[in-house]
Structures are given as C-alpha cells and as structure tokens.
C-alpha cells in the first residue's frame, strides 16, 4: 500500500506545482507551503517507501493534501475564478 501511496504523491506534486504557479494568493501560498512540506518528506525518506508509521502517516497527509488542492485549483481554473488566473 505504501508503494501506491509514494506514487499517487509523485503524480500529484507536479500536477500541483504547475497548478500552484498559475495562481495567486492564498491558495498559491498554501500550495507552496504543502508542496515543500511534500519535498521535505519525500527527501526524509529517501523516496522510498518510509519503513515506519509516523513518515508513513506524514506521506499519507500530504498526499490528501495535495489531492485536495489539485482538485480546488483545477475546478477554481475551470469555473474562471479571477484569482486562478496566469501571473502575468
């Protein structure tokens, strides 16, 4: 289960940085701040699989996470949310 896990969060991370950098605000910040919480983990455990409980939960964590602002940061673009717009 872990080994899906590490790879639903290494799908999400690019789809969220790409995301995280067409947008502004609050949920730019946010998005920043789970995508280096993300990296952050992801370098702890050596991208692998973490062996113990509490880097497995932290994983688990920041995959919700970035699953919730993929999904809030494409229906925000698709629903023409100004603040989703591209930085010029």
């Given at each position: 289960m872990g080994g899906l896990l590490l790879g639903h969060v290494n799908l999400l991370l690019p789809e969220v940085d790409e995301l995280a950098h067409r947008t502004?605000?609050?949920?730019?910040?946010?998005?920043?701040?789970?995508?280096?919480c993300t990296r952050r983990t992801l370098r702890a455990v050596g991208g692998t699989v973490p062996a113990d409980a509490s880097r497995l939960w932290d994983l688990a964590t920041h995959c919700q996470a970035l699953l919730t602002l993929y999904q809030q940061l494409s229906t925000d673009r698709a629903d023409g949310d100004p603040w989703s717009s591209r930085v010029p």
């Amino acid at each position: 289960m872990g080994g899906l896990l590490l790879g639903h969060v290494n799908l999400l991370l690019p789809e969220v940085d790409e995301l995280a950098h067409r947008t502004r605000g609050e949920h730019q910040q946010s998005a920043v701040h789970i995508i280096a919480c993300t990296r952050r983990t992801l370098r702890a455990v050596g991208g692998t699989v973490p062996a113990d409980a509490s880097r497995l939960w932290d994983l688990a964590t920041h995959c919700q996470a970035l699953l919730t602002l993929y999904q809030q940061l494409s229906t925000d673009r698709a629903d023409g949310d100004p603040w989703s717009s591209r930085v010029p």
